[in-house]
């Protein structure tokens, strides 16, 4: 089947998405190293079909105008295809719905592949599980250590630093945060942008990295 035959209709206006409708890219992975800027959600959507997404945090945020008191909604979401592929964003709008709805699209556009696999030296696992190596990412006053770990010990993890881990395929990790964890957010996107630097860092040749 051709990606023409379930584009929904989608009319490609950037050279990545029109690569991707003709077939010519048909990864994400492959789209994300392309070096071609991630404009369209609708590329997400044809290459990842069935992501999930999960609502981190709502917050009413409020802001006084000329015309009085302007209320809105803000939107913390993570999507990922717990299988090494996650994104992170927020978005505002005046109702939850069309607020989330935002965040969605636009945490397509902030995919990140995750080098997944063993980088515990407690671990001989032959399979992807795991955070190749130890990384860290900070938002506001929150830093967020992300610890490779051993399969079987789960997710040593808050829940929101959990649900972005379970997003993006990572089953085994240790972590540490400090700062103002109680601030959702930042915990959140703390947790994002240390699976975004660890994906950006060049991997030492002594870990042991296993391909999907």
Known sequence: MSRNDYD???????????KVQEGEIDSMGVALNSGLPLKEPEIVDQLLPGLDDEV???NMVQRMTDSGRRVKFRCAVVVGDRN????????????????IQKAIGIAKLNMIQVPRGSGSWEDRS?????LTHRTEG????????????????GLAASDTVRAVLELA???N?????????RTTVNLGKATYNALENASSARMPQAVREVSD
């Open 84 to 99: 090494g592929f996650v994104g992170y964003a927020e978005g505002r709008d005046d109702q939850v719905g069309a607020a």
């Open 56 to 58: 981190l945090d709502i």
């Open 8 to 18: 929904d209709g989608w009319q490609p206006v950037t050279r990545l998405g029109k």
């Open 138 to 153: 900070k938002a506001g006053s929150v830093t967020v250590e992300l610890i490779p770990a051993p399969e079987g010990l």
């Open 126 to 130: 032959d399979r992807p599980h795991s």
């Open 169 to 171: 395929g990572i089953e």
């Open 173 to 181: 990790a240790w972590t540490k945060c400090h700062g103002n964890t």
